[in-house]
């Protein structure tokens, strides 16, 4: 049997063949680590920078970033409001699925990219008041078409830049370190 084997392995077809199969186990791995890692499909292709172009501000469509936990998603209605008029709703496919969710008083199923475990308390408010700016922890969004995390938004993240901003700070760095901060 093992003879064999070795015979076999010396057919170039045979090398050809555990080759596909090799590189077929690791694309597939591959492509489980990338579908985890990157952004997954949405329902329509929003692109950010057109948007941003246009001078609409991050806090129109996500107006609790300033005050609340969650920084929340616009509306169909939101969108609607300004596409209804737009010339381009006529013929962007897209545009056309927009319509189609308008028209039937359904709201978008977005799926969410920038989001933590639920053990983690995460809110937008004390970020924001503490002048930092949406880019500062998103990336440059004004550039980005389909929405991406710059970064993956694990604990060592976050401890990086609470240490950083607590150089002068000794008091407030424990309390920005401390687990229980974060996770309670
Ligand atoms: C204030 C008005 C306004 C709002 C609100 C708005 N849009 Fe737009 N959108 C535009 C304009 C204007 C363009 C065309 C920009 C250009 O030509 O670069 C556009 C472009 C688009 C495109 C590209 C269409 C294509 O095929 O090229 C999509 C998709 C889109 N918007 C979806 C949305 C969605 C979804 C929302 C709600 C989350 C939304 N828009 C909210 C004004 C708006
Ligand atoms: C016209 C409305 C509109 C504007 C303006 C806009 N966004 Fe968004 N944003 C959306 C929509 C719709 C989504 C959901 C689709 C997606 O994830 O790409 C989204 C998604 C996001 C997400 C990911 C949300 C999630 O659920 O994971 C972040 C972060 C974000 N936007 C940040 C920004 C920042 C920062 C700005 C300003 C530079 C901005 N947005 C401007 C409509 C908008
Ligand atoms: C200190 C970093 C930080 C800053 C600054 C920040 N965000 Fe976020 N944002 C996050 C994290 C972390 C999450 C995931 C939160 C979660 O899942 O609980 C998130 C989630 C979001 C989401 C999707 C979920 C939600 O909260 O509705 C949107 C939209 C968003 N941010 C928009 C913004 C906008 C707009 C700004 C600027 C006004 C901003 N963020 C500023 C870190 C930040
Ligand atoms: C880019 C810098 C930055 C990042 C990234 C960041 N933070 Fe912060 N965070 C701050 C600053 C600055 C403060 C202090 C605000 C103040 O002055 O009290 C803060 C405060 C907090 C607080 C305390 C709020 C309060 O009630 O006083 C919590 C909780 C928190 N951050 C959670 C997180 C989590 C969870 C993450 C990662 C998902 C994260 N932060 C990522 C800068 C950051
Ligand atoms: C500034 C916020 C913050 C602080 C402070 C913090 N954590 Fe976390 N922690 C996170 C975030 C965000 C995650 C989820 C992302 C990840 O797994 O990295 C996490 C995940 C975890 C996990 C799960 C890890 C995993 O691989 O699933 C454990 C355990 C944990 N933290 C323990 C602690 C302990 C112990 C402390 C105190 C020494 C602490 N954390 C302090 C933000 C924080």
Redesign the pocket.
Known sequence: MLHKLLELSKQPLFRVGVLVLVLAVFSGLGYGLYTTQTTPPQPIQFPHSRHVALGIQ??YC?P???RQA????PSTQKCWGCHQQTPLTQTSVELQKLAAYAENGMSIPWV?V???PDFVH?N?RP??AAG???E???GEVGKMGIYENPQV?NMGWCLTCHRERTQDDPEKRIKLLDCGTCHY
Not at 70 to 73: E, I, P, Q, R, V
């Open positions: 991050c806090l996500h609790g970033a300033w969650s920084a929340g998603l969410p920038a989001m933590l995460f937008h970020h924001i930092l700016n949406c500062n922890c998103h938004l």
